[in-house]
């Protein structure tokens, strides 16, 4: 257990379409980050929050947005949903800063583009 | 891409030790290296990380060579519950910077 809650667990949806996903923190993590899991693949990092403020990003496109809220619960959206959006989406917490930054990661929530 | 290059899989004999290596030539001195698990439909679980010198905790040690080009994940008595896919990444201290994951080691501990 990380602390880490993630929801929906799975949910399908259809190519055009728009998601929301979201994500608690643990307890006391002011950082929340997310990633996107293929099948068969590592995790790539989409991006990171801190404070409300995104703080880094990976290479997606502008249709993958987020919060961050002042409680640090987070959420993923994306538009215009395509076939390859097909994934696990992995949300985690830490608290940031240098050598204390291990994630925490949720049980994610696996998304099917139909 | 990951900074890191780890073996596909590796076997090992349920009770032996687990020696997963990790080769990070192009790594700097404010980076470190930790080590990731994940277990089939699961998140991801921090095991370990270190800069230069060795490190042991409940779960596991993590040996880096004096040249910091390469470590071993070492899993002392490995179990059943132990099989995984195992990320080895290189992160700098800088605050911001993501985690990195390449395609692991996926470890199978045989009874």
């Known amino acids: 257990e990380t602390g880490v809650t993630q929801s929906p667990t799975h949910l399908i949806k259809t190519r055009g379409q728009q998601v929301t996903l979201r994500c608690s923190s643990q307890?006391?993590?002011?950082?929340v980050s997310w990633y996107q899991q293929a099948l068969g693949q590592g995790p790539q990092f989409i991006f990171q929050y801190y404070r409300e403020e995104e703080n880094g990003r990976g290479n997606f496109p502008p249709r993958f947005s987020g919060l961050q809220f002042p409680n640090y619960s987070s959420e993923l959206n994306v538009n215009a949903l395509e076939l390859d959006d097909s994934a696990l989406y992995l949300c985690?917490?830490?608290?940031?800063?240098?050598?204390?930054?291990?994630?925490?990661f949720g049980e994610g929530s696996r998304l099917t583009v139909l | 891409d990951a900074k890191t290059t780890q073996p596909p899989s590796m076997d090992c004999a349920e009770g032996r030790a687990a020696n997963l290596p990790c080769n990070h030539s192009?790594?700097?001195?404010?980076?470190?290296v930790y080590w990731y698990r994940q277990i089939h439909s699961q998140g991801p679980q921090y095991i370990i990380h270190?800069?230069?010198n060795n490190e042991t905790n409940e779960m596991a040690s993590l040996i880096i060579t004096e040249d910091r080009k390469s470590s071993t994940l070492i899993l002392p008595h490995a179990t059943l519950r132990d099989t995984a896919v195992y990320y080895c990444i290189v992160r700098g201290g800088d605050y911001g910077q993501n985690f990195v994951f390449g395609p692991g080691t996926r470890l199978s501990v045989l009874p």
């Open positions: 307890s006391g993590h002011n950082t």
């Open positions: 192009t790594i700097s001195g404010n980076e470190y």
């Open positions: 270190g800069l230069k």
């Open positions: 985690a917490s830490s608290t940031g800063g240098p050598n204390t930054g291990e994630l925490f």
